[in-house]
């Protein structure tokens, strides 16, 4: 097992990633249903950035649970207060309080927990900057799309394009899917992490591109090999440098989502490396599996590669291609022999190639011509009159 991982990992296999569209249709079907059905059974959960609301700081308070916590402030506050855990302090989210019940709900947690009323900060946040940061995110996303769209479509051509944004469009869908589905808040953090996630997808399909064009530009009705088989050993030879870049690239993110968050607390940053690691794997996933087997597609619909493999349909169905895979029997050996002794020309080791070649000759001469005379019986005074 790890020698065929050791020879994958170096390039020393094939793969087919071309021909098996819908397998990767199939798959990512099934991510996409699993990401809508988690944006509606469970949701988003945006942040008090996005809705408003007050955040309480607690300080000094090491010796108590989050449910102590939280019963602590709902007792003033009401609601279902969000608490969280950061660095040795607890972040406390309710919804929007005045001026008098902020004061009440520090004077009863420093109370409860037997600490300073100073050791209880208070912020109150409107929703008017969040609605801000997501109408600014929304722009900058359209900008992007159409900016990706005019240069794929100058640098490359439009299907190469039009399979990139379908590329993008759907990591968007299955991070945010898998962001619902884990109850993370949607913080200013998770969108920097969609945009990141974009740029990231959008450089592994750039790359893929790239070595189709220059893989299939040599191509004409004359060549040996379709627009298929071409995309695919491209897709072969950049596949492990696609694989190494995004492992690379993984691995500060995973310490920042699984030891960050874990040990050290931080909310923050577990909102944006969260969209990051699912929005990497599902990027080069997308480039690879998704958006070159469309461009394929796309592409054998042109004449030129329409053309090309028809021809190379023909030539495999050819009764020469044909005799080629089928090997010769004792009675096409003996037909061989006497093929060369009506030839004139003696029965010695021939290739597979031309011994096939020769067989099938043998078997039209003798359908034309009918079998060869043969001698008659006796010697030459038996048949004197």
């Known amino acids: 097992m790890m020698g065929v991982i050791g020879r994958f990992m170096h390039g020393e296999l094939a793969t087919n990633i071309v021909g098996r569209p819908k397998l990767w249709y199939a798959i990512s079907g099934a991510l996409i249903l699993f990401s809508i059905l988690g944006l509606f059974v469970r949701g988003l959960h945006p942040g008090v950035e996005f809705t408003g609301g007050s955040v309480f700081t607690i300080e000094g308070a ?30 406390v989210t309710t919804h929007p309080l005045s001026a008098a019940e902020v004061a009440s709900v520090q004077k009863n947690v420093a ?20 609605g801000d940061v997501t109408k600014k995110a929304w722009q900058a996303l359209v900008v ?40 993370f808040e949607v913080t200013p953090a998770t969108l920097l992490g969609f945009l990141t996630i974009l740029g990231y997808s959008l450089y592994d399909a750039v790359v893929v591109f790239d070595m189709i064009k220059e893989v299939t530009k040599p191509l004409n009705e004359n060549s040996k090999i ?28 995973a310490a920042i989502l699984f030891i960050g968050t874990t040990v050290l607390g931080a909310g923050t940053l577990k909102d944006l490396s969260l969209a990051l690691f699912v929005g990497m794997i599902v ?15 796309l592409k054998e619909r042109e004449p030129l590669y329409k053309q090309l493999r ?26 061989e022999e006497d093929a060369s002794a009506v030839d004139g020309e003696p029965a010695g080791d021939t290739t597979d190639e031309e011994a096939a070649e020769q067989a099938r000759q043998t078997v039209v001469k003798v359908v034309q011509t009918g079998p060869r005379n043969q001698p008659r019986k006796g010697t030459r005074s038996s048949r004197r009159p």
């Open 226 to 253: 379709s627009y298929s088989q071409a995309a695919n050993q491209a897709v072969s030879s950049t596949l492990v440098r696609s694989l190494n870049t995004t492992l690379v690239a993984i691995l500060p993110v």
């Open 144 to 183: 992007f799309m159409i900016l990706i769209i005019a240069y794929l479509s100058v640098a490359f051509e439009w299907r190469m394009a039009l399979a990139a944004v379908v590329a993008l469009f759907h990591d968007l869908v299955i991070t945010a899917g898998v962001y619902a589905w884990s109850g």
């Open 62 to 91: 090491n010796h108590v649970t989050i449910s102590e916590v939280r019963e602590s402030v709902a007792e003033t506050a009401g609601g279902t207060p969000i608490v969280q855990e950061a660095g040795g302090n607890w972040r």
């Open 283 to 297: 990027g080069t996933y997308s480039s690879l599996c998704v958006a070159t087997p469309m461009l394929v597609q």
């Open 310 to 335: 028809d021809n190379i349909a023909r030539r495999e169905a050819s009764p020469k291609r044909q005799a080629k895979e089928i090997r010769p029997t004792d009675e096409d050996d003996d037909a």
């Open 111 to 130: 109370a409860d927990f037997g600490i300073q009323v100073t050791q209880v900060n208070a912020e109150s946040i409107g929703s008017t900057w969040g």
